[in-house]
Structure formats: C-alpha cells, structure tokens
C-alpha cells in the first residue's frame, strides 16, 4: 500500500452520530454521505455507519445507487437537482426523490402511474438559497398537486439554510418563518403533516428551533464545524488523519532552490529537506506551497518549494529527519482549518479534495 493514506477513526464517526442525536433528540439523524462522504470514503464509511442512521443522504442518483450496490438497506434521499431522465433509477434502486419542481413532481406520478410503482418524495422549498426547490410565495399550488399525485409518497417536506453557520441568525430565521408559512397549508387542511427537516450542520448547532423531525448533518458528522466563530455544543470531533511518511531526505546547500520555479532556497547555512510521497495530484493543494505545515515525528515543519504533482518538500532544519519516518499531514496537531486557510478555501473543499489516489484506511471498529 501506498505510505501516503486517510486514516478513519470509525469510533470516532460513531460518538459524532451520537453526540449530535443526542443534541436534537427527538428529531431524527440523516448523515449527509455525498462526495464519497465528505472525502472519508463511502465505503467503508457507510456500511459502519448504517445501522446507526435513520436515513443517509446524498447529491447525486449515481452515489445513491452506489449505495444500494454496496448493499445498503436504509432509506437514501437524493437531495440534489435530478434530471427527468434519471427518474426510472429511483424505482429501481428504492431511492426516495427530492421533489424541486412541479414539472419533475408530475413526471415522477405519471411514470408511477404508468409503471405501477410507488415512489418516496420528500417536497423541497426554496426559503432564501436560489438554488433548487418552489419559492414558498409558489408554494400553494405545489402543495395542492402534490395532493393529487396518488402514485407518490410525499414523506418528506424541507428547505435549505444559506447562512446558518454565521452567529447572525437574521437570515436563518427568515428562512425558517417562510418554511413555517409553507407548513400552514397542512394545519390548514387539516392534513396529516409530512417529516419535516431544515438543518445542515450550521442549523443543528445555531438554529435549534428548526431541529423539527429530522436533521441533515454533514461535516459535523465528520467533526468538522462548519464555521469559525460558531458555538461547539455538540461533542464532535475530526475523525481523519492524513499520514505519509518521508521518502527521501538530503542536505540541500544554499543557493540551490528547491523544486518548480525555484521559489525558495535556504539562506545561510545548509538544511535538510525530505520529501514526501503525496502532492496536489492527491488533493494537498498547489496553492498551500510555502504556507503549510507539516508534522514529522511530532514536530511541525514547514513545507518549502512548490508543490508537485506527486511530491513535496518539507525543511527539517537541522533535524535528523528519515526516510520512513511518520509525516502528518492533517490531524495531530494540523487543523483542517489551517489547511484550508493555507489554501485559500474552507474546510470542505480540504476534505472532498483528497482524492480517490489516496487509500482511505479504517480503523476503531468496535462495535
Ligand atoms: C450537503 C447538504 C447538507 C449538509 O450540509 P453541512 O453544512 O455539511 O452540514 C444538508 N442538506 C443538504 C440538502 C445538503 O445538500
């Protein structure tokens, strides 16, 4: 195996699940596993995890059926904008519809009808993202023909939060007031009312009033906040480690620059630079070149030099650094704020960036 690898703590993983049902307890958990779960790997997250949620998440129609391929049994919604086309799929994999549009909403009864299947559909509202979903001043007559679809199972009703993670709840609250105004036509009506959810991470941790019956964490699950200043109520933490170990290690003179472009030399005396195995071919960004920091035997180093494809180079100093030795790139003592500070980009890009290149190893499974 490659020595450069994500290490995932599965245990870890768990008391994330736990921790933040236990904050929203009664409403339900649907961990968000889309981007190959948040970069930790579907495989051999999801199966783990299964027995613990009560439903999974995921963008696309193809990481759903990924999913069922995997074996998994557990409902699956596909939360992202689905082509007509792709409508067949649901059917056959029991993957449960975002309806975002009064058009994919029909089409989806018709082929139901037509096929003598049933389909799951949760409705989805756009409160404020303009993204996907029916503006609640549209959503009258949505709801109504939703009514008339006999061949769906509209089991779930939810919008998305744009700023939850910001302390200013103003907005979030906007978003929630116009979900509440969608909600009315079921009291209305008198109408038993669908499994309502709002909250992404941001919303778990900042909105607790829009906890309603279930919630939709993402990097949360992974212990990753998803802002800066946010409150850390909920006992999550990282749950990857991103571990090389060095491949080469030399004595580099000054006056002798080191890699691409030669945007950095040792000044003064000489410096030992080693070389680690993994560059931005393997998601450690270009953009980090002599920013980031690395930790080599327990120490932190500075990494020097443009970042290759494949390599980079971190300045030991007078350390006697080893080929073999443990090099870590994120996790013990890195943050994945740092990296993604050194990269210009927030902590989720840092995580569904490390590529598929990158082995992803499991450990902690005890169950
Ligand atoms: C990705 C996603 C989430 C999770 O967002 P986080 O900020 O990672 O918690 C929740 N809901 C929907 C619809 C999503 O697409």
């Given at each position: 195996?490659?020595p450069t ?239 090389s170990k060095v491949a080469y290690s030399k004595i580099t ?5 080191v890699s ?12 030992r630079i080693v070389t680690i195995p993994c560059g ?14 690395v930790?080599i ?7 020097v030099g443009?970042?290759c494809?494949d390599q980079f180079m971190v300045n030991a100093?007078?350390?006697?650094v080893k080929v073999g030795d443990?090099a ?40």
């Open positions: 195996m490659r690898y994500l290490e995932i703590n599965l245990a870890q993983l768990k008391h994330n699940l736990e921790a933040i049902r236990a904050h929203v307890a009664p409403a339900k958990v649907m961990p968000m596993v889309k981007a190959n779960a948040y970069g930790h790997g579907i495989e051999g997250v999801v199966p783990f995890i299964e027995p613990y949620v009560d439903m999974l998440g995921v963008a696309l129609v193809e990481e759903g059926i990924q999913l069922r391929q995997l074996g998994i049994k557990k409902p699956i919604l596909v939360a992202g904008g689905t082509m007509i086309g792709q409508l067949p799929s649901f059917f056959e994999h029991d993957l449960t519809l975002t309806a975002s549009s009064l058009d994919l909403l029909l089409v989806a009864d018709q082929l139901a009808e037509s096929t003598r299947q049933r389909m799951k559909v949760h409705l989805k509202f756009d409160t404020g993202m303009e993204r996907v979903g029916v503006h609640e001043y549209e959503a009258e007559e949505f709801l109504q023909k939703s009514l008339a679809c006999r061949h769906l199972e509209v089991e779930g009703i939810y919008t998305h939060l744009a700023n939850s993670e910001k302390v200013d709840r103003k907005y979030s609250l906007l978003q929630l007031e116009r979900f509440q105004e969608i909600l009315r036509f079921y009291e209305k009506n008198s109408l038993p009312m669908p499994m309502r959810h709002v909250c992404n991470s941001g919303g778990i941790l900042n909105v607790p009033e829009a906890h309603f019956d279930m919630v939709r964490p993402g990097v949360l699950f992974y212990g990753i906040y998803p802002g800066r200043d946010i409150e850390r109520k909920v006992d999550a933490k990282p749950v990857a480690t991103w571990k003179l000054p006056g002798r620059p691409y472009g030669s945007l950095w030399q040792a000044e003064g005396s000489p410096t931005y071919a393997d998601g450690y960004f270009r953009n980090m070149t002599n920013r980031a920091r930790v035997n327990g120490k932190s180093y500075p990494q443009r970042i494809m100093g007078e350390d006697d443990e870590v790139l994120l996790g013990g003592g890195i943050t994945v704020e740092e990296l993604a500070d050194w990269a210009g980009t927030n902590e989720y890009e840092v995580m569904t960036n490390i590529s598929a290149r990158v082995p992803r190893v499991y450990v902690g499974a005890v169950q």
